[in-house]
């Protein structure tokens, strides 16, 4: 969850030093909470107390390397790459951690998230629903449930013209954000209408991306009945445009519990 604050400009190396410091803290105790799941449960029914927790490890990466090391002292850690989202990749995945005795399923990246998700259903662990996780990997669908947020709006170039979005923006410029990619793509500053006019044209002629975006979506939306599907998950949304100038972005990162408790950890 992002959101903004008015604060001094000029982020430095130590600064982001810091961040990423952080980051990668908060991100072992993720992996922890994940874990701590299914502890009882291996200390009820192990017959031998003093073996290490089999975990698995998805999609590690080479910056990650010291924390798994880190992880190691504690527990047997299984690495698990899994290459496709189709079911058959997912049970290929699930079969590989029930033989090798892994009893539940972390990591660090945010693309393998579902991937967490769905492995750790498959092996008899608690898990979020896929709507919840949908909405979690919308970035429209999160501004839906916001309580008080700016400006936004979704925008389908696939079924809207160009006419047709410009006469329902209301904030000039504005952000255009892809809403379930990640690593800064498909995030566009629109300053005028012949600037989105260029941003679309230049989408619907990259077939790939198209079907890249469409088949992120198809599998995001897998396993959410028809009753709880949201209207719209488009694949665009149009928002309010920060002032990185004169305002810091935080992230904050942490999890809620089942009765409602938000935990921060980073």
Not at 24 to 37: A, D, K, P, Q, W
Request: proline fraction near 4%; glycine fraction near 6%.
């Amino acid at each position: 969850v992002s959101t903004q604050s008015t604060g001094s400009s000029g982020i430095n190396a130590e600064y982001g030093k810091q961040w990423y410091q952080r980051r990668v803290r908060g991100s072992f105790l993720l992996f922890e909470t994940l874990i701590s799941s299914v502890i009882f449960r291996f200390l009820v029914t192990s017959s031998k107390m003093a073996d290490k927790m089999t975990v698995g490890f998805l999609g590690p990466q080479a910056y990650m390397r010291q924390a798994l090391e880190d992880l190691k002292k504690t527990y047997t850690v299984e690495e698990i790459n899994i290459k496709g989202w189709e079911p058959e990749d997912i049970q290929k995945a699930i079969d590989l951690c029930k033989s090798k005795g892994v009893e539940v399923v972390g990591g660090f990246a945010q693309k393998d998230a579902l991937h967490h998700i769905l492995v750790n259903a498959g092996l008899g662990n608690k898990s979020i629903s896929p709507v919840a996780f949908l909405y979690c990997m919308n970035k429209y669908l999160m501004r839906k449930v916001e309580s008080s947020p700016r400006y936004f709006d979704y925008v389908d170039p696939d079924n809207e013209t160009d006419e047709q979005i410009i006469g329902k923006i209301k904030e000039w410029p504005f952000m255009l954000k892809n809403t379930s990619l990640s690593l800064g793509r498909g995030i566009f500053r629109i300053k005028d209408q012949e600037n989105l006019k260029a941003v679309l044209k230049e989408y619907r002629e990259d077939k790939a991306l198209r079907e890249e975006i469409d088949y992120l979506n198809k599998c995001l939306k897998r396993g959410v009945s028809e009753k709880e599907m949201p209207a719209q998950v488009p694949p665009f949304i149009a928002e309010h445009l920060v002032d990185i100038n004169t305002c810091i972005e935080y992230c904050y990162e942490g999890y809620i519990t089942p009765d409602g408790k938000i935990v921060h950890y980073a």
